[in-house]
């Protein structure tokens, strides 16, 4: 779009509450905020609460709350249930001068009530408009007819408060989704009939699922709050969002907020539908995560760690603390880490396994007695080891009699009785996890029970 105007820069977000925040609300929120910050103009959220029966406080305070967590925020603020004097004057006048008029009709919704709606003027003629995405667009409006703009003087409907905020407020541009692309003749022959003047129009792209389809519950979570519970970051969700329906004409995919209002505009911006690809978001949450601290990180999980978990015999934050780059390589997402933790997959670090012989046995061995002088050796070894060793150290201790014996006839009876499981970490990230006092233990523990076995 052309940033050569006399007029500042305004757009705004005009969602209605009638339901939760959509993750393709939350895009075109962004795309607005990102396109008037990077040209230094005003952002405006307004909510379109005229529909009385539909319109919840509680939608309008998840859509702002949710929007404003990603860090979408707004210059100014409108709710137009709190401006029906503003469209009542607007109706007066274009009744006056003949664009609109008041007409007694039988009630839609009560059968045998005479009401007075209010309807415009068609002049029927074809409307063209041009869209910055999509190119010119015409439209013959004689087919609309005379359409309602009131359902009474007091009660404007959509087409038309939409377009009196947008004059009133001074937007420059209408960024919306593509599903508002047959309402624009409308409301362009509402903007006539009041003397606005025309905005620049940009509709966005749909949002589609992997198979074409419009994206809906169906294929999964469609709600920010869904994504937000699952643990996506919100740099994770933005980086994503923005991208879905814009390319940045470069290689780059990672941005933040930040850059992507240095970089942002709408030339970018595809034609075709934008397909929803969780991977991805995945993938970008992954690479987030990977940023954070072992603090932040710790902080991050706090809430996914179950209370089962937490009430295992030798749960200790600090065992906690030293899985956390064992639980970041593996995590995409808090919801992946509570998975993890529910199905016992870090029970190791906080519980003594019950030893199973047969499980213990390396594959070559032919009873789990075999296992035994193996060890009995490894407990020694383990026992110089420092209890607050690394897991280089670790390592360094044990490699040399591994590779003497055999790596898989050392290691895999070390490993499963450490851990119980025939899989899980390393035996030296557990050793560092549990700490070697706890690791002989165990190693005793699976020794006398081969031996009562046999
Ligand atoms: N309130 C409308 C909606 O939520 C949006 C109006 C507009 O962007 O023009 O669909």
């Given at each position: 779009m052309s940033i050569f105007q006399s007029k500042p820069l305004i757009t705004r977000m005009a969602p209605s509450p009638t339901g939760h925040l959509h993750i393709g609300t939350a895009r075109t929120a962004l795309f607005n905020f990102l396109y008037a910050k990077r040209h230094g103009g005003t952002f405006i959220m307004r909510t379109e609460d005229t529909d009385k029966e539909r319109s919840k406080p509680e939608y309008e305070e998840e859509i702002l709350r949710g929007l404003a967590w990603l860090g979408?925020?707004?210059?100014a603020f409108y709710r137009q249930s709190e401006r029906t004097d503003v469209y009542r004057g607007y109706l007066e006048k274009i009744i006056k001068s003949g664009k609109a008029y008041v007409s007694k009709e039988e009630s839609k919704s009560k059968p045998g009530e005479q009401v007075e709606v209010v309807r415009l003027k068609n002049p029927n003629t074809t409307i063209t408009f041009t869209d910055e995405i999509r190119g010119e667009i015409s439209f013959d409006?004689?087919?609309?007819?005379?359409?309602?703009?009131?359902?009474s003087i007091d009660d404007a409907l959509y087409h038309f408060t939409v377009v009196v905020d947008d004059h009133e407020m001074n937007v420059t541009h209408v960024i919306r989704g593509e599903d508002h692309i047959s309402n624009t003749p409308r409301q362009i022959l509402i903007q006539e009939a009041i003397g606005a003047e025309r905005p620049v129009y940009a509709h966005l792209p749909l949002i589609l699922a992997p198979d074409r389809?419009?994206?809906?519950k169906r294929h999964g979570a469609v709600m920010l709050d869904e994504y937000v519970a699952q643990g996506f970051t919100k740099e994770a969700i933005i980086n994503y969002l923005a991208l879905l329906g814009w390319n940045?004409?470069?290689?780059?995919e990672l941005y933040s907020l930040d850059d992507l209002i240095r970089v942002f505009d709408t030339?970018?911006?595809?034609k075709s539908g934008a397909i929803f690809n969780i991977d991805k978001l995945k993938w970008f949450n992954k690479e987030y995560l990977s940023r954070l601290t072992d603090d932040e990180f710790y902080t991050y999980i706090q809430d996914s760690i179950p209370e089962s978990v937490r009430e295992?015999?030798?749960?200790?934050e600090s065992r906690l603390l030293k899985l956390i780059p064992l639980m970041r390589e593996r995590t995409t997402t808090r919801a992946d880490l509570e998975h993890d933790c529910r199905a016992g997959e870090y029970d190791f670090a906080f519980s003594a396994p019950q030893p199973n012989p047969e499980l213990i046995k390396?594959?070559?061995?032919?009873?789990?007695?075999?296992t035994l002088p193996r060890l009995q050796k490894l407990a020694e070894l383990i026992?110089?080891?420092?209890?607050?060793?690394?897991t280089a150290v670790i390592k360094d201790s044990l490699w040399k009699y591994a590779e003497e014996v055999g790596k898989g006839e050392a290691l895999w009876p070390l490993r499963v009785s450490l851990?119980?499981?025939?899989?899980?970490?390393d035996p030296f990230t557990i050793i560092n996890v549990i700490g070697s006092p706890e690791a002989y233990k165990r190693i005793i523990t699976a020794c006398d029970t081969i031996l009562r076995a046999s």
């Open positions: 979408i925020t707004w210059d409006t004689t087919e609309l007819g005379d359409f309602v703009i009131a359902r389809s419009k994206l809906s940045p004409g470069t290689d780059q030339s970018g911006i595809q295992l015999p030798q749960y200790a390396w594959k070559k061995d032919a009873t789990p007695r075999e026992a110089t080891i420092p209890e607050d060793a690394d851990s119980g499981k025939e899989q899980s970490p």
